[in-house]
């Protein structure tokens, strides 16, 4: 299988940690934005949307990385990071939309005006927008906050795709100045899911881009 990557993003190594986290042979195929090669027709073809990640498994193609997390997973059902029981999966599927609908808008304005700006060399952080994004952040985090004060992992007693995508922006929350100060509960989950093998190998090139 390969993977058509943009590697400094969560959406990509969360993908390539569950990967590595389930034993799955993945060529990681990182994308060249500054060539454009994420709007060549070829790419288009796989992805109309020009984005990445985008999986290709024989002559099957999948976007959207919540999609590839699910999909991987069901190649190793024994390893039950996609659960085999009905309600276990739609609570899976519950976090999974938390994340894309809820937890990801709240940390991106942090991560984009702190860390997208700087690297591309975009102007400063708008801090308005810090504001009204530390505002706006409580009303999500508390949510994740109070689920893990009695839960090591989202669901049941084991790491699922859910924690895969929730924990994916471990590595950017300090750097990205999100406040996390009254969340000691997230602060240690981060680092619960994201400091296993799997994940250091995954996030091993972020070191190199330093
Ligand atoms: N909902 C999509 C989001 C994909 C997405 O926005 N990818 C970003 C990286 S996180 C990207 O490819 N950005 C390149 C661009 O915007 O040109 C997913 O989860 O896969």
């Known amino acids: 299988m390969k993977l058509y990557a943009l590697l400094p993003s969560p959406n990509t190594f969360k993908v390539v940690a569950l990967a590595h986290h389930l034993g799955l042979d993945l060529e990681v195929i990182n994308m060249d934005l500054n060539a454009g090669a994420h709007k060549a027709p070829e790419y288009l073809a796989k992805n ?40 276990s999966q739609a609570k899976v599927q519950q976090w999974l939309n938390w994340s894309v609908c809820h937890w990801g808008p709240a940390l991106r304005p942090f991560i984009y005006e702190r860390i997208v700006k700087a690297r ?10 810090i504001s009204k994004a530390t505002d ?12 893990l004060s009695n839960q090591q992992f989202l669901v049941g007693q084991q790491v699922t795709i859910a924690d895969f995508a929730v ?22 989950y981060a680092l619960r899911i994201t400091s296993t093998e799997p994940w250091m190998k995954a996030l091993a090139p972020l070191d190199a881009m330093k």
């Open 120 to 129: 591309f060399g975009m102007g400063p952080a708008d801090e308005a927008e």
């Open 48 to 87: 109309p949307n020009g984005l990445m990640p985008t999986l290709e498994d024989g002559d099957f193609f999948l976007w959207e990385s919540n999609a590839i997390l699910m999909y991987l997973a069901m190649k190793k059902p024994e390893s039950g990071l996609w659960p085999g029981e009905t309600q």
């Open 167 to 188: 924990a994916a922006a471990a590595p950017y929350l300090a750097m990205a100045g999100v406040p996390l100060d009254n969340y000691p509960q997230i602060k240690a």
């Open 136 to 147: 706006a952040f409580p009303k999500v985090a508390d949510v994740l906050e109070t689920h």
